[in-house]
């Protein structure tokens, strides 16, 4: 049994003081795809789209996980952290029991662009420490392949570890760049039994025949048990360049509001009183 692919066109969001973002997960089509509750994708040489940026606002029962592909952010948070984001570069950060962080732009002027995913965290996680980390893009290892760049932000991949290991999901995040014309298959144990998706950024690109046009993402559903079967990527006459992310479901309920996410009703309401009372890091 071969995988299969599920288009998912992005939704046009206002988010934080006024910054456009592009949604896929998150949405009416794609509500999560366990363990990913979001993906945010902001794209604009417009400043108008971005420059309000996101001030402070809380998260609780989930990691954050922000990839600049072009601009520069400035990250501050309670927990006394100050992340310089800039292009190429990602930070990571365990909300856990709470924590209330700014994401401001460095610029005035330029393209802004990169991707914001959620990831939840299993119930035993989601009252724990939370953490910060920063990951310059020279942190980032670098895979390279004929007619194909991979960036690996997270997990492993041909025996190369990416700069962030997550043994809760154990997800895997790739930057991937094909040349024109060039070809890549993602080899089946990457994707087997776990959740799964492409996200397009630069240049239609085709995965098993199907063609995935820019700003669109594409679930991809495979066996349980893997079969050996690959999934061919290729490029056209252009480069094209996607996100490839996958990781191991947790499997619980997902209650969700706003800015945060836990397993029941009465956890959400502990924590918007939590909040509202201060009792953030």
């Known amino acids: 049994m071969s995988a299969s692919l599920r288009l998912v066109p992005s939704q046009r969001l206002s988010e934080g003081a006024g910054v ?151 997800l895997l995040y790739a930057d991937i760049t094909l040349s024109p014309l060039g070809s890549l298959s993602l080899p089946s144990p990457l994707f087997a039994g776990r959740s799964a998706f492409l996200y397009g950024i630069e240049g239609p690109f085709t995965a098993s025949g199907t063609e995935i046009p820019p700003d669109t993402l594409s679930v991809l559903s495979s066996p349980l048990s893997p079969a050996n079967d690959d999934l061919p990527l290729s490029a056209g006459s252009v480069p094209a360049r996607f996100l490839f992310v996958t990781g191991r479901p947790i499997g619980e309920p997902i209650v969700a509001y706003g800015p945060f996410v836990m397993n029941t009703r009465d956890e959400i309401e502990r924590a918007i009183d939590d909040f509202r009372n201060n009792r953030f890091v």
Do not use: C
């Open 20 to 170: 456009t973002v592009h949604r896929t997960i998150g949405t009416p089509a794609l509500r999560n795809l366990d363990p990913f509750l979001m993906l945010d994708h902001f794209n604009s040489t417009n400043p108008g789209d971005y420059i309000a940026g996101f001030p402070d606002h809380p998260h609780r029962g989930f990691v954050t996980f922000t990839y600049l592909l072009e601009g520069h952010m400035l990250h501050r948070d309670s927990m006394g952290h100050e992340g310089d984001l800039a292009t190429g570069g990602a930070q990571w950060m365990k909300a856990a029991r709470g924590v209330i962080h700014s994401e401001m732009p460095q610029q005035t002027q330029g393209r802004m662009s990169g991707f914001q995913l959620w990831i939840n965290l299993p119930a035993r996680e989601k009252m724990s420490d939370p953490e910060y980390r920063e990951i310059l893009p020279a942190q980032i290892p670098v895979l390279r392949q004929e007619g194909a760049e991979i960036r690996l932000l997270a997990g492993s991949w041909a025996g190369q570890e990416g700069a962030i290991t997550d043994p809760l999901t154990h």
